[in-house]
């Protein structure tokens, strides 16, 4: 989003950002949080809309010509992150920058620039063919475009027949198992404080969910208690900075919501 006149200082900006980092090193609680965050995402393989099981067969198609093994590769990570812990003290991530990034003569730079009023002169071009085209039409071609037109939009409203909607597959009742998936439930009390724990399979994440009582918050400061839980874990505190607490919390967590 700059103009082509600042592209030496916004190649000097990351070239001397590179440098520092090689240099005297990335901040390790930085370097921590990244690997512990994109671990987590991998236990979680949340793929949002996307099938789980089409994703995992993407990602096997990465790898899978090259060995014996190699379908698996991209799908078995958890010594990766191991391996990232191990090295990250070892100016592994620095050599990585100063090797592929900075020693890279294989560079380019470059700049998309735009130019002013372009859409406007595409639209004029369209116009003049539009108009070319339509010149060249006799009057019976004229109508028959329109009635062409016309039967299309009358195509695209019409209703699907009941013999159409039938070939659509759907699930009917029997399909359908009625009794409820039973989870398992283990109660358990800590102080003063009631625990609900279900055993199940997470890829070694612990999903914990607090419930605090809020009986003796006063009706008019009600309102602001979802003001607090806006901010918190979002705004400097008394031992973190907001840097250093999102670094803690990526560390340690997945997340705090």
């Given amino acids: 989003g700059s103009n082509q006149r600042d592209r030496d200082q916004f190649v000097d900006t990351i070239t001397n950002v590179l440098n520092d980092l090689v240099s005297n090193g990335i901040d390790r609680d930085s370097l921590l949080a990244g690997i ?3 671990e987590f995402q991998y236990r979680e393989a949340d793929f949002g809309r996307y099938p789980k099981g089409l994703s995992y067969a993407l990602q096997a198609l990465g790898s899978w010509l090259y060995d014996d093994n190699a379908p698996f590769i991209h799908l ?3 010594h990766i992150f191991n391996r ?19 020693r890279n003569t294989h560079a380019s730079i470059v700049s ?10 595409k639209e004029q071009k369209l116009r003049a063919r539009l108009q070319t085209y339509r010149d060249q039409l006799n009057p019976d071609e004229l109508q028959q475009l329109v009635d062409r037109t016309k039967a299309l939009k009358a195509y695209q409203n019409e209703p ?47 999903y914990l969910r607090l419930c605090f009582d809020l009986t003796n918050v006063p009706q008019e400061l009600l309102a602001y208690a979802g003001v607090l839980e806006g901010v918190i874990g979002s705004v400097d505190t008394e031992r973190f900075s907001y840097h250093q607490l999102a670094n803690r919390i990526n560390i340690h967590t997945g997340g705090i919501h």
Avoid at 112 to 121: F, I, M, Q, Y
Wanted: proline share 6%; hydrophobic share 30%.
């Fill in 84 to 102: 990232l812990r191990e090295n990250m003290d070892k100016g592994y991530f620095e050599g990585l920058i100063e090797r592929y990034l900075i």
């Fill in 160 to 206: 699907s027949t009941k013999e159409q909607s039938a070939t659509i597959p759907l699930l009917s009742r029997e399909d359908l198992d009625p009794k409820s998936p039973k989870l398992g439930l283990e109660l358990d009390r800590l102080d003063d404080t009631t625990i609900l724990y279900h055993p199940l399979f997470t890829n070694g994440i612990g």
């Fill in 36 to 38: 512990s965050l994109y």
């Fill in 112 to 121: 998309v620039v735009p130019e002013s009023g372009l859409s406007l002169k």
């Fill in 76 to 78: 078995e990570s958890h």
